[in-house]
């Protein structure tokens, strides 16, 4: 088996009274509320040390690092670090009927364009970062959520 088609082991930062911290407990809380967020979806680090580079960041008081494996490999995603502007230029070809051109959210773009490469989301560096790199799994692939494989109380 490839590495590339290997399910991926994602990490990712919790609150207790937000999401479960219990291993065999699972995920499934999808997050949009940020406008940097590329959808709505679930997101995650691509290793523990980007968990805590990302933590580092931010003024939110995270209680946990949560391990959990996904039955997607890193082939199912859109690696958007080979090409940061690969939706942008995919959606100037590709208008969407039901909403005027540069009225249509970032989010729904994103999702058009993983339907439309058959991807389950993304792998990126967030602008500016180059200290961790997210993966976002939308939505509509998150099923009943991810179950815990680890947790590292912080």
Known sequence: MRLLDMPLTLFRLVH???DPVQVGQKLSRSSDKSNQKLGKGMYFALSRQDA???A???NYAYTHLVE?????AVSDF?????DENAVAKWVSTHPNPDIPPNFEKVHGRSTRFCEAHNCVGFIWEPKGSKRWVEVMILEQCIGAG???MGVEPL
């Open 56 to 58: 580092g960041t931010r």
């Open 68 to 72: 959990v494996t996904v039955p997607y």
């Open 78 to 82: 859109f690696d958007q670090r080979k």
């Open 146 to 148: 991810f179950e815990i």
């Open 16 to 18: 207790v009274d937000h």
């Open 52 to 54: 805590l580079g990302f």
